[in-house]
């Protein structure tokens, strides 16, 4: 029977042959991704394992480049699918085809007729399932899947396939592939083609690569173009972007070249040097071809900069828009897991992500003085991948070669190319941008480049064929490629001399002013104008819009938005003036809104995102300038011009296009909540702006042509009165008008009334004309506020909105007392000296206000509402008190939650609940406080609550000065004072010790009075201890930065608002000397002794005859413990004595010395 069981079995071999079983510690291995690229017809077979064949009927695929790049007669032909196929052990091909290739949504959703299906359209990569059962039968074991591209269009070599895998029950069904494992290949591995690692073949692959004349058009025409003319000149591009020797050897053919030529070139291109950093490798730091390049993603600007091109992967294409407003707004977790990444995740299912769409988390993100992190917020589509960025036609073959290249464009980018080359040159280069970007006009970053071309208005030095212009599509690509030109050689250039996160560096005070932070937008290109931008194909300038160079008007649509919105990741402007000089916002909104309307998919997140771009760009710098008299009238000596574009700095867009969808796509109460804080954000940012700027737009040449404000007697009201249905609000009326319309939504969307009343009020100062008192509150009661003012320096705010806000009207009761009124950003007020950077008194600040002497203050004002808030930033704040009554610290702030850390007055009384110091208990009102928290946070005051929170130590003493900081000292005598002072003996600070501690305030001087408050900013600060018969100065042990939480010097220097614990060295009772440390000695010791008060000091070594052989002391030292270091390298082994005289004291010790 043994012998028929072996027959069976090797019947069995011999039908599935000996390879189909795996041993128990085999699997099949897969290598991705699967590179189907040669010349027509060209297949690659790879195996996998089956388990289990029951009820398999289709194959999962994810695949880059399934269909062909456009041509017109793919398109007429209907061949634009027709490019891949594929079998099972060896069946019938199948196409991969919009007919039997069923994409996964969103893909699905990414074509319009006439295109059948996604492969065609915009997506490049694609994933779905196809059917198996017309092919080859599955069966158990090893299993040959083969591909087949079927062949060329002229512009492509074939796909890739990045995933695959056999599934029981469809799309979520089960894979039944447990025996195969997928690995992916890693570039870093990779060297020249076999036999060609030589120099001579590297410099002949350069040779190849940079000549001209020597590659064939699609018909076999000799082209003008070398490969380094449509690509980086020295290759990086596809060594970044990592295209295989594969690859590279047959483009070389597709155009002409011999194989050898293209191994030569091959080996050439791996030859690259990217100069990554230490660390990084090509695979880990470059980009692949399916992997758009910068799509953005979460922790992309983690990553060092020389990968940013890369992109966050494919991965983080989102499926869907609403997914994008938890990396917009995220709640506080999200939050915290964002800063703490230090790469960008596999994938959207590796990182759980959830917004918080309440008003203040909005209001916080949304803040017009921060920008928006654009670089790591992921987006609901796929950026153009790599191939759109090359040109399908040189210009020097469309234009002529002697033309383009004695063109000032082509002679600009030779330029520029070279210059960069030269040392220094990108210094050089830097330094004249901060120049530029810190001129009185704060234009941003110079021109430097100088070869951009709007091919709307094409310059006379490059005259356009008679195709430029007709309707053969010949000109629109053209169009593109002169674009695609343009914009690979300035990615050369910004990435091979690392210019890609220079923006904060060029901007340098500007970007780093208390209120303005551009940190989110370091990666950034330096460049000023449309190089991006223009890439859109709605910029090309074509006299037929029913003719460009993609399949579908849609897919036009399509990469329009995607170019916009590329544009404003790497070329936003940065807030520069000059209107629309890197990005014309105008049409940014309308190509969203068509795109969602062509593909029916919502991108409700993705137009907020861009109108909290848009806001941000134009909110202008606050650093003080040097601008001409003629321009200080409205725009002030710090010359905000971002005002004057009243279209994009209001949020007018939110209710503008594709306004009704989005009141679908967000509930109601979210569509409240992004509105009101739409509105905060503006008025918080307009109402810094002075009022006479509305007067010099009305006067401006430009204002009637673009429409901002009505002439101030011209009378109007909402135009559209109607909440039952979402109306459209256009935002090319004059921009006041709009702003009515704008109120008149939100108010039927329940925003806030006192939001309302606040636009509407400050909106009838600067347009009188417009009913705007439909949206004030009904008049209340005005309250009288009395200040209290002393001598000196005062720290106070406002529980009123006074209606004359102005600091010359506001302050004219004092005026003759009045020095001085600082703001919290340095900002200053001075009737005497005649300056007035403030311009008004905002009731959400506090302020410090220098008078001469006692003086009452009185100002009257409607109360500030309930529910008012303030956002603070980390860090330091100064901060208003607005109730009428005193409330416990800790009940007044409770809304700062755990990101409270300290709080202080102007005395410098504390609440540190840390380090239980508690001697500031109640906030008070009229006072300002300032206060330290972890993170941006926002304040709203309760209603006041009943109970105290009870002192538990020390009592910081003080006097008023608007500088100071606070010592927490450990380690002290139990009774006494304690004293800070200067070098000079100048007593800066005191506090009274109390069970071994004190906390101590010390003041500084106020650089803006001439009398001296206390110690100046680097001053040397002394400790001392002061008993009742005697007087310490007391060595610091340690220094920790409380705030911080970082360890710091132990000299200490004084600097503004910082919290240290000083641990210092206890004062000694007793006159003692220790023995040395180690013992015996054999190359150095420490001799610790202590001195209960100065003295003399004198410590002595003597060897066994008397001798003296070393003076380890000889100096005047104060009371504490001191150490010595004993240095015994130059004594011989044997005994000696060491004598310690200190003033009265003396002491005496043995010591043994081995050699």
Not at 212 to 234: F, M, N
Request: aromatic share 12%; hydrophobic share 40%; charged share 25%.
């Amino acid at each position: 029977m043994r012998y028929a069981w072996g027959f069976l079995f090797g019947g069995l071999l011999l039908t599935f042959g000996l390879t189909h079983f795996l041993k128990a510690n085999e699997e099949v291995v897969v290598v991705l991704p699967i590179e189907v690229i040669g010349p027509d017809g060209y297949t690659v077979a790879v195996e996998v394992y089956v388990s289990d064949t029951t009820g398999v009927d289709s194959m999962y695929l994810k695949g880059h480049l399934l269909g062909y790049l456009y041509t017109p007669a793919l398109e007429d032909t209907g061949g634009y699918d027709k490019k891949a196929a594929f079998r099972i052990n060896g069946g019938r091909w199948i196409p991969i085809d919009n007919e039997h290739f069923k994409a996964f949504w969103p893909e699905s959703q990414m074509f319009t007729p006439p295109l059948t299906g996604p492969i065609g359209g915009p997506y490049r990569t694609l994933r779905g399932m196809i059917s198996i059962r017309g092919t080859g039968k599955l069966r158990p074991g090893r299993n040959t899947i083969e591909f087949r591209f079927n062949r060329t269009e002229g512009r492509t070599s074939g796909y890739r396939i990045l995933e695959l895998d056999l599934r029981r029950g469809g799309r979520n069904g089960q894979s039944v592939l447990q025996g195969t494992r997928f690995v992916w290949d890693d570039p870093a591995q990779w060297g020249p083609p076999e036999g060609y690692d030589t120099p001579e073949a590297i410099e002949e692959g350069r040779r190849l690569w940079q000549t001209r004349g020597i590659l064939k058009g699609l018909a076999g025409e000799r082209l003008v173009a070398a490969c380094s003319d449509c690509h980086a000149t020295d290759g990086r591009d596809l060594k970044y972007f990592n295209f295989s020797n594969q690859v590279i050897i047959q483009k070389a053919k597709l155009r002409g070249l011999t194989e050898e030529e293209g191994k030569k070139i091959a080996a050439y291109i791996r030859s690259v040097d990217l100069e990554l950093p230490p660390g990084e490798t090509v695979a880990t730091c470059g980009g692949r071809p399916w992997n758009p390049p910068y799509q953005p993603g979460p922790g992309l600007s983690k990553r060092p900069v020389e990968c940013w091109a890369a992109g966050a992967g494919i991965e983080w294409a989102l499926a869907r828009d609403r997914d994008v407003l938890a990396y917009l707004a995220p709640d506080a977790a999200t939050e915290a897991a964002l800063k703490s990444l230090q790469g960008v995740p596999p994938s959207p299912e590796h990182f759980t992500a959830r917004a918080d769409l309440s008003v203040e988390n909005l209001v916080r993100h949304f803040n017009l003085k921060r920008s928006l992190p654009l670089t790591d917020i992921p987006v609901a589509y796929q950026m153009p991948d790599i191939f759109e960025w090359w040109p399908s036609v040189y210009p020097g073959d469309y234009f002529g070669a002697e033309v383009f290249h004695n063109s000032e464009t082509y002679r600009s980018w030779e330029q520029a190319y070279e210059a960069l080359k030269q040392p220094g040159q990108v210094a050089a280069l830097l330094e004249e941008a901060r120049r530029y970007a810190n001129s009185w006009m704060s234009r941003g970053i110079t021109t430097f480049f100088r070869f951009e071309v709007n091919t709307k208005a094409m310059p006379a030095d490059l005259p356009t064929p008679p195709s430029w212009s007709d309707k053969s599509g010949e000109g629109e690509l053209a169009r593109l490629s002169l674009r695609q030109w343009i914009l690979i050689k300035l990615w050369e250039l910004v990435h091979k001399y690392k210019l890609e996160d220079k923006i904060v560096e060029i901007y340098g005070e500007n970007a780093r002013a208390n209120e303005i932070d551009l940190s989110g937008w370091d990666r950034n290109w330096p460049v000023r104008g449309m190089w991006v931008y223009d890439m859109a194909t709605h910029k090309q300038g074509s006299p037929y819009p029913d003719i460009g160079p993609y399949a579908t008007k849609a897919q036009d649509q399509y990469f329009s938005a995607a170019w916009y919105q590329l544009s404003i990741i790497l070329n936003n402007g940065t807030r520069t003036s000059g209107g629309t000089t890197n990005v014309d916002w105008n049409y940014v909104f309308a190509h969203i809104n068509d795109m969602q309307r062509w593909y029916n998919i919502p991108l409700g997140a993705e137009y907020l995102k861009s109108l909290v771009a848009m806001m941000q760009t134009r909110t202008s710098w606050y650093v003080e300038r040097k601008a001409p008299d003629w321009m200080v009238p409205g725009f002030g000596k710090q010359n905000r011009p971002g005002f004057k574009n009243l279209k994009e700095h209001m949020p007018l867009t939110w209710f503008y296009l594709g306004h009704k969808r989005r009141a679908q796509e967000f509930t109601a109460e979210e569509m409240r909540n992004i509105t009101e804080a739409l509105l905060r954000i503006w008025i918080e940012e307009a109402e810094r702006y002075d009022e006479r700027h509305a007067e010099w737009i009305r006067n401006w040449r430009d204002n009637k042509k673009h429409k901002i404000l009505l002439p101030p007697d011209t009378t109007y009201d909402v135009r559209r009165e109607s909440c039952s249905r979402p109306v459209p609000l256009d935002p090319n009326w004059y921009k006041d008008e709009a702003m009515l319309q704008f109120l008149y939504q939100a108010q039927c969307y329940g925003v806030d009334p006192v939001v309302l009343d606040r636009v509407a009020r400050y909106m009838e100062r600067i347009s009188p004309g417009g009913n705007w008192e439909r949206f004030f509150l009904e008049a209340t009661d005005t309250q009288v506020q009395t200040l209290s003012l002393q001598a000196g320096w005062n720290l106070v705010s406002l529980y009123v909105q006074p209606e004359r806000a102005q600091m010359k009207a506001l302050l004219a009761s004092i005026r003759d007392r009045l020095v001085l009124v600082k703001d919290e950003a340095g900002r200053v007020y001075s009737p005497e000296l005649g300056v007035d950077q403030i311009k008004r008194w905002d009731w959400r600040r506090a302020y410090m206000v220098f008078v001469t002497e006692p003086t009452t203050w009185t100002v009257e004002g409607r109360p500030i509402p309930a529910s008012a808030t303030v956002t603070l930033k980390a860090g330091w704040n100064l901060i208003p008190y607005w109730s009428t009554v005193s409330m416990p610290v800790a009940d007044a702030l409770a809304s700062l939650g755990s990101a409270l850390v300290l709080v202080k007055d102007l005395e410098g009384r504390l609440f540190f609940p840390d380090y239980e110091v508690y001697t500031l208990q109640t906030l008070t009102p009229g006072q300002g406080y300032k206060v330290y928290v972890t993170k941006e946070v926002t304040l709203r005051y309760p209603a006041p609550p009943s109970g105290k929170r009870t002192a538990v130590v020390t009592d910081p003493e003080g006097s008023r000065a608007t500088l100071s900081s606070v010592l927490i000292l450990q380690g002290l005598p139990e009774e006494g004072q304690l004293q800070v002072r200067t070098e000079q003996g100048d007593i800066v600070g005191e506090g009274t010790v109390r069970q071994g501690r004190a906390a101590v305030v010390v003041w500084g001087d106020e650089p803006l009075t001439e009398a001296r408050e206390g110690a100046r900013i680097g001053e040397t600060l002394e400790l001392w201890w002061i008993g009742s018969t005697d007087t310490y100065r007391l060595p610091v042990k340690r220094v920790v930065d409380a705030l911080q939480q970082q360890e710091l010097p132990t000299t200490l220097q004084f600097a503004p608002d910082q919290v240290w614990v000083v641990e210092a060295e206890a004062i000694p009772r007793r006159f003692s000397l220790s023995p040395p440390y180690p013992h015996p000695v054999t190359n150095r010791s420490v001799l610790v002794y202590q001195l209960p008060e100065a003295a003399r000091v004198r410590l002595e070594v003597f060897d066994v005859l008397g001798r003296r052989v070393a003076t380890l002391v000889d100096a005047y030292q104060e009371a504490g413990t001191h150490r010595v270091v004993l240095d015994a390298h130059s004594l011989a082994g044997g005994t000696y004595f060491y004598r310690l005289q200190a003033g009265p004291h003396q002491a005496t010790g043995q010591m043994i010395v081995i050699r």
